[in-house]
């Protein structure tokens, strides 16, 4: 770093808490910004976890630009004009307040929403995100400039950029979502943003008062310090694996639980964490212990989120990755922070930065979705993180060792093939099979000093853990789409006769929804979560006695085995986001029950609030929400709202039917406050098997209806056990302008 050659340098605590209350607040609002938008965004788009990583790269590209914008004004313009092309900037966001949607937004149904969402993006908030962006950097570089005794070594203030992204984030699950509504959240930025606007203008003024700017801009090294393209590559690859990493541990959080912005903000919150740490003053203490600590916690984490996560309790598996990912982060942006350039290269090194972040954005984004048919660009990245930790070069010069760590290599991945073409059924050895696997994890930690071999060994590890699941799960088709990962597979069950039977299963992420049995006697046979000694199976027992000519609505496609229920009067309609799942459920390639129990049936893709919105009022007798992402149920088809337009749609004495079986959340708490607010009658059962029937299992469901005698019928059934839903006093009624997970956490 240069040392200041004004010996009279500025001493005033005044400007650094002023240029860092602007980096601070700024950072706020970056951060502030983005779950609001990604909460209001989310039910255009069925609630899908995809929605936050698009936005996330918006955020990104917006950043970068944000970045070349500050770099080309420093790098090109004296301090005066900087200053009065960057007010002008200021006052064209002006147009953009207050923030929110265009009137009138509505996503194509037939085609990836990608591009839609982006668009969606600029148009509300790309101006005056993009003065929030250009603040780090440009603030920074006019903190270099006006001759204070630090100004030689302006990171510090980064810090504090970042402890404002933190403290915003943690702020909004824990106190924003859940105490104030999205029309005001908007309102409260918007007033906000005028503040921070302030704040530049008086670090503009100082940055203008300062006599000695232009000397300390012409100043010079004595030294050469160009940048090498290779020191420009190394930065780049250190901030693009985390950015990567980033949206691949989010995606594994919320597909499973809910796309809400708790689940986002845990890894963001953990990333930017990293960034408070790597640039403060313990950073030379803190970054040997990290990279001692990552191949550490690299064993239990492969050993099991890997070869074997059914083994732990689904927080535990959280916490490993959780874990994994944060100790992997602070290698790769400790390396970045220990490699930082003097104040002559600022810009340039946050610009590449920030192209870096934007890149991991995209490739998470853009490019796996097309290349993969599962997220295997989040394991890649663990491997990369890996080959970026110090001693890459050493590893790499030393030829003996280097020859070594290669017969090693060749020789796990010989004996990995061979045990996978010799061994005729695997299944009976996967206990020995994962031992070996387990062991190998292991023995990588001999390499922790050996970047190279110790990603290499590690991607052996993950690639044969991934080939041994594939072929035990016999996966028949896989597929992924902006919505998540489809897969058919098929397995194995014992009949009533104590014979062998295939069937077929149906999943989305990791939770399966749907399954048939091949047997022609049982194929039309409905299974899993809608048995017929199941919740629904006892309505359309009880209530098709009554009518046989029911119009029936359903939000929810999955293998299509509600489809079975169907009688010939009636008319069915399915609600789908996604034209995956029609495509897969329709071939009867994969799943017969469409095709033999209601080949004419109607299916309307999209979200389903916006289409059913479309409908006519009073059509269904019955209406059926089972609308989940893997295991996560889109939160805006539960607000009071969504309830409402159920009903609109569904005739006086018809009845709604939701699915809540759900591992992480207790979905019936919130339709608990919904019943009481809106004044309906509702009956809940938590149906557990009596007997072991193959493929009836453990389900939750609940029925409501606008009048208590609707569901009589129900309530006097001898089929199962109906009850009342539990009284809720600690949930807040869920709204679109207000929903929080925390209080219904099981």
């Not at 004009?81 to 147009?95: D, E, G, N």
């Not at 005056?128 to 001759?147: C, D, H, I, R």
């Not at 018809?654 to 759900?662: F, R, V």
Request: charged letters at 15%; aromatic letters at 12%.
């Amino acid at each position: 770093m240069n040392s200041p050659s004004n010996t009279q340098a500025d001493r005033s605590l005044f400007l650094i808490l002023l240029f860092a209350a602007t980096l601070f607040a700024s950072a706020a609002l970056m951060f502030v910004l983005q779950p609001l938008f990604g909460k209001i965004l989310l039910p255009l788009l069925g609630g899908s976890p995809a929605v936050w990583n698009t936005c996330m790269v918006f955020y990104q590209s917006l950043l970068f630009l944000g970045y070349l914008y500050a770099h080309y004004l420093s790098t090109r313009l004296n301090q005066h004009k900087q200053i009065l092309a960057h007010v002008a900037v200021i006052l064209v966001s002006f147009l953009a307040l207050p923030v929110g949607l265009p009137d009138n937004v509505s996503p194509p149904t037939e085609s990836n929403p990608t591009f839609w969402l982006l668009g969606i993006l600029f148009l509300s908030i790309g101006l005056p995100f993009f003065v929030v962006s250009t603040t780090a950097p440009l603030v920074q570089k006019w903190f270099a400039n006006v001759g204070h005794h630090t100004s030689d070594d302006p990171y510090f203030l980064y810090a504090a950029s970042n402890a404002g992204s933190l403290i915003a984030l943690l702020s909004y699950p824990f106190f924003i979502e859940p105490h104030i509504g999205l029309a005001n959240q908007k309102s409260f930025w918007s007033i906000g943003f005028l503040l921070l606007c302030l704040l530049i203008a008086g670090c503009a003024f100082t940055l203008w008062k300062a006599q000695q700017a232009k000397a300390v801009a012409e100043e010079t090294d004595t030294e050469n310090d160009e940048l090498s393209l290779a020191t420009k590559l190394h930065w780049l690859a250190l901030a693009f694996v985390p950015s990567s990493l980033l949206l691949g541990l989010t995606t594994f959080i919320s597909t499973d639980i809910a796309s809400v912005p708790l689940l986002w903000i845990i890894p963001l919150t953990l990333y930017l964490l990293t960034f408070v740490i790597v640039f403060s003053k313990w950073h030379d203490k803190i970054h040997p212990l990290m990279v001692s600590l990552q191949p550490i916690v690299l064993l239990p984490f492969i050993a099991y989120s890997f070869v074997n996560p059914a083994v732990l309790p689904f927080w535990v598996d959280l916490g490993l990755h959780l874990t994994a990912f944060f100790l992997a982060v602070m290698v790769c942006h400790g390396e970045l922070a220990r490699l930082r350039p003097n104040t002559r290269h600022l810009t340039t090194y946050y610009l590449i930065m920030s192209f870096a972040g934007m890149l991991g954005g995209m490739f998470n984004t853009f490019v796996a979705p097309f290349i993969f048919n599962a997220v295997y660009e989040y394991p890649l990245m663990i491997i990369a993180a890996l080959l970026l930790r110090p001693g890459l070069k050493e590893s790499i010069g030393d030829k003996k060792e280097w020859l070594k760590q290669l017969i090693l290599l060749i020789a796990v991945i010989v004996i990995g093939l061979g045990m996978f073409f010799s061994i005729d059924d695997l299944a009976q050895y996967l206990d020995t099979i994962g031992v070996g696997l387990i062991l190998l994890a292991g023995l990588t930690y001999a390499f922790r000093a050996q970047p190279v071999t110790l990603a290499l060994l590690t991607g052996i590890l993950i690639f044969f853990t991934f080939g041994l699941h594939g072929l035990l799960s016999h996966t028949l088709y896989q597929d992924r789409t902006f919505f998540g990962v489809l897969s058919v597979r098929e397995s194995m069950l014992t009949d009533e006769q104590g014979q062998p039977e295939k069937y077929r299963e149906f999943f989305h992420g990791t939770t399966k929804h749907g399954a048939q049995r091949l047997a022609t006697k049982d194929s039309r046979t409905p299974l899993t979560y809608f048995s017929r000694p199941g919740p629904i199976g006892q309505l359309f027992s009880e209530y098709d006695k009554v009518n046989d000519s029911w119009e029936i609505g359903i939000i929810g496609l999955g293998a299509g085995t509600l489809s079975c229920y169907t009688k010939p009067q009636q008319s069915w309609t399915f609600y789908e986001l996604d034209p995956l799942v029609v495509d897969i459920a329709s071939n009867p390639t994969y799943f017969t029950y469409i095709s033999q129990c209601n080949p004419k049936m109607a299916m309307k893709i999209g979200d389903a609030r916006l289409s059913l919105e479309k409908e006519p009022d009073h059509k269904f007798d019955l209406f059926v929400v089972d609308a989940f992402s893997s295991d996560s149920i889109p939160t805006h088809l539960l607000t009071q709202e969504a309830i409402k337009l159920y009903f609109d749609k569904i005739k006086p004495d018809g009845i709604l039917a939701l699915h809540i079986t759900n591992r992480h959340l207790a979905l019936k708490n919130v339709l608990s406050v919904h019943e009481k607010q809106l004044q309906l009658s509702a009956l809940m059962q938590e149906f557990k098997p009596q007997q072991e029937i193959p493929l009836v299992i453990a389900t939750d469901w609940v029925v409501m209806a606008k009048k208590p005698d609707i569901l009589d019928k129900l309530r006097q059934s001898q089929l199962g056990s109906w009850q009342k839903l539990p009284i809720s006093f600690d949930v807040k009624p869920w709204t679109d302008d207000f929903t929080n997970i925390i209080t219904i956490w099981k």
